[in-house]
């Protein structure tokens, strides 16, 4: 079982920056790809950012410039820098994390997980 938790959602004013952060902890082997998504009232989940182990990011066009991903492997960790927030972008914001995950009776499996969610609201 691997479980992510996530920190750092709160309300903020517009131009305004949050740091949201997500740990992965459980049975592990390896994270290949973490990264946000967001899903608006009404609306579907959406990409907001993804970063692989490596440090290659991949950015939704709409936080492009102000939005920064960044993760530390050795703990797990990813983070989200939201610089200059616009009401729109007030969603709950989910973790995700892609990998293998250790199985004490077949060695590996497949590590497909998403955390609670932490809401992030933007006034006007």
């Known amino acids: 079982q691997v479980q992510l938790v996530e920190s750092g959602g709160g309300l903020v004013q517009a131009g305004g920056s949050l740091r949201l952060s997500c740990a992965a902890s459980?049975?592990?082997?390896?994270?290949?790809?973490m990264g946000w998504y967001r899903q608006a009232p009404g609306k579907q989940r959406d990409l907001v950012a993804t970063i692989t182990s490596g440090g290659i990011t991949n950015y939704a066009d709409s936080v492009k410039g102000r939005f920064t991903i960044s993760r530390d492997n050795a703990k797990n960790t990813v983070y989200l820098q939201m610089n200059s927030l616009k009401p729109e972008d007030t969603a709950v914001y989910y973790c995700h994390a892609e990998g293998y995950g250790i199985d004490s009776v077949t060695g590996y499996n497949v590590l497909d997980a998403w955390g609670q969610g932490t809401l992030v609201t933007v006034s006007s």
């Open positions: 459980g049975s592990i082997f390896s994270i290949n790809i």
